[in-house]
């Protein structure tokens, strides 16, 4: 028996007939988004978390600033400092 045999005897309409129908493939399950790291997937279950994450990263920013603020002002305080117990230091070496 030849293929073309095989071929012409599976398609003929005696077999076919008795044949159940094909099943429609069956479409695979979407992937659950994680809602802690997708913001999307999040916004689906909370809608306030938009406002939420961007107030959060508006408060982030300005204790950023205020950090840097804060560091520049502690330079400058101890900077002067120096400054005078360098002028003191001086002045203390002239009248000795």
Known sequence: ???SDVTRII????IQSK???SKAVAALPK????????LGAMVKLNPYALAAKR??????????NN???AVELARAML???LLRNKMLNLRRTILV
Not at 31 to 38: S, V
Not at 55 to 64: C, F, M, P
Request: hydrophobic share 35%; aromatic share 0%.
């Open 1 to 3: 028996m030849a293929n």
């Open 11 to 14: 398609n003929s309409d005696e």
């Open 19 to 21: 044949l159940l129908p």
């Open 31 to 38: 992937q659950k988004k994680n809602p802690l790291k997708n």
């Open 55 to 64: 107030l959060e990263i508006q408060a982030h920013q300005r204790r950023a």
């Open 67 to 69: 950090r840097l603020n």
């Open 79 to 81: 900077l002067r400092l």
